[in-house]
């Protein structure tokens, strides 16, 4: 089966059903059927054909669910950029995919200035300015005859990019498919008329629920911007059923003031996923959303790899703390923990999580060297230490390379941050290593407050010690109103905060 055949059936199906929401826009599937159509038909008369890669830089739109479509129906591979990222990252993920085509929003329109000069491969620029609408109308309307096979190409996202310049990782639209069927596995039924929020971009994160929802015949509502109080007027006006949170969203909406003064009922489920959350926001969640939560964990390059719903999240389990996971093995996800020489470790025991799944990469594009690194017998390597309990819950220590070696021992940020956020009026943490005279490197933790709440540092190391040991204690604990810097998918980027401590030392890990 391909994306085509299968979203072709539903917008047969569910014609007159709602399929797309942005702001006052709303279009019906046969509407937005008709506009991929056009879409499609418009990008093969520039000369694309079936297999070339075409770029999107976007926010979600009536435009963002045209191309969504549009692509699939020509056979054309999107290759979707970062709107946050710099110019050089959208010249680098257009050229080494060889791009021959980029759609832009015109709001970024400037950003693509001297692409055709630059890019040798790159044709044509298409503004979505004033003159889109005309252009799309003056399309044919008639399915173009594109022969499409399970196993070409769908689209190609990158990896954040924290390290180095992004790899670009490619599905076929086999794998985009069982990605998405795995991700909906554990959810309640999306049923005819269901709602879909999408308050990140469809092109990336969020992008993993559209499809599932359109071809069961829901709708998909966008979100070009997050604010709090809005978007909680709209899961209530709308009747939202389902939504994607990133855990720093959910904890800002938790904190308005008008969280609690709403209907929710029509929630069946909402997905906390691409980073860590606190135990006091999840908690707080299903105290004003209801049992509604699922946690899910998985990487660009294989996923979905764990999820669990509410009742797995907030269970009681002996031998386990369901709270600090991320999830169980889903059904047709196989996880492993392995050594520094790729060995399997006894169950319980940290090393680094290694998954296969029927939605992973094909490999990194046109980087044969990084696929072997990070592909191994069939396994994906994730790069995350983790350990599974013997219930078969899937906890995340921290990345291999945010590891604090002090003293010799080995401290993981990411169980310094859970625990300090704990605390009451913090907003968000981040902890990583600095050097230390004695110790070699120490944590330190750098903590964004709301001002609800005085905290002190003693107050910081002390639940540190309480709850971890005291050799695991930050040094120091930094206070700050100002949000932490984040990469473009919304990742704290600890390396950024760390770098200034580590000016003119050579070696990033000190030796005690």
Avoid at 151 to 179: C, E, Q, S
Avoid at 369 to 375: G, I, K, L, S, Y
Avoid at 428 to 436: C, I, Q, R, S
Wanted: hydrophobic share 40%; proline share 6%; aromatic share 10%.
């Amino acid at each position: 089966m391909d994306v085509r055949t299968l979203m072709a059936r539903a917008a047969t199906f569910y014609a007159d059903h709602e399929a797309v929401v942005w702001g006052d826009r709303r279009l019906t599937f046969a509407e937005s059927w008709d506009r991929s159509v056009r879409l499609a038909n418009g990008l093969i008369a520039l000369g694309l054909k079936p297999g070339d890669r075409v770029g999107v830089l976007e926010d979600n739109s009536i435009e963002a669910a045209d191309f969504f479509a549009g692509a699939a129906i020509a056979g054309i591979v999107r290759v979707p950029l970062y709107a946050r990222d710099k110019r050089e990252m959208h010249l680098h993920m257009l050229g080494h995919t060889n791009c021959r085509a980029v759609l832009v929003a015109a709001h970024y329109a400037s950003d693509m200035d001297g692409f055709l000069d630059e890019l040798p491969d790159l044709e044509h620029v298409i503004v979505r300015d004033d003159s889109y609408e005309g252009w799309l109308a003056a399309q044919s309307d008639v399915m173009p005859e594109v022969e499409i096979h399970p196993d070409d190409n769908f689209i190609i996202r990158h990896t954040g990019g924290t390290t180095g310049k992004p790899k670009g990782v490619a599905y076929t639209h086999r794998a985009w498919l069982a990605a998405g069927r795995d991700w909906f596995y554990l959810f309640p039924a999306v049923e005819p008329g269901d709602k879909c929020l999408h308050v990140g971009p469809i092109s990336h994160g969020s992008g993993y629920q559209y499809l599932p929802t359109y071809l069961a015949g829901g709708c998909n509502v966008l979100l070009d911007h997050f604010h709090a109080g809005e978007t909680l007027d709209l899961i209530a006006r709308e009747g939202i059923g389902y939504a994607f949170f990133v855990p720093t969203m959910l904890n800002t909406m938790l904190q308005d003031p008008t969280a609690r003064d709403r209907d929710y009922s029509s929630l069946k489920c909402i997905t906390v996923a691409a980073a860590p959350i606190a135990d006091a926001t999840a908690y707080l969640a299903r105290e004003v959303f209801g049992d509604v939560l699922y946690q899910g964990y998985g990487q660009t390059e294989v996923l979905p790899v764990s999820f669990m719903g509410p009742r797995q999240w907030f269970a009681e389990v002996e031998g386990s703390n369901p709270i600090r996971s991320c999830g169980m093995p889903l059904p047709f996800a196989l996880i492993e923990i392995w050594d520094e020489e790729n060995n399997p470790v006894p169950l319980g025991d940290p090393g680094e999580i290694v998954a296969k799944t029927d939605g992973q990469m094909v490999g990194f594009w046109n980087n044969p060297e990084a696929t072997a690194e990070r592909v191994v017998r069939g396994w994906v390597k994730t790069g995350d230490i983790g350990r599974l309990d013997r219930n078969g819950y899937l906890y995340i220590l921290d990345r291999s390379d945010d590891m604090i070696i002090s003293g010799g021992y080995n401290i993981w940020p990411l169980e310094l941050e859970n625990v300090i956020a704990d605390l009451p009026g913090f907003v968000e943490v981040a902890v990583f290593g600095v050097p230390h005279e004695r110790w070699g490197e120490t944590p330190l933790a750098v903590c964004v407050l709301d001002g609800s709440t005085e905290v002190t540092e003693e107050d910081v190391i002390a639940i540190c010690v309480e709850r971890l040991g005291s050799y695991k204690k930050p040094s120091k604990a930094v206070f700050q109103r100002e949000p932490l810097p984040k990469s473009p998918v919304g990742k704290i980027r600890r390396k950024d905060l760390r770098e200034p401590y580590w000016e003119g030392i050579d070696r990033r890990v000190a030796g005690s």
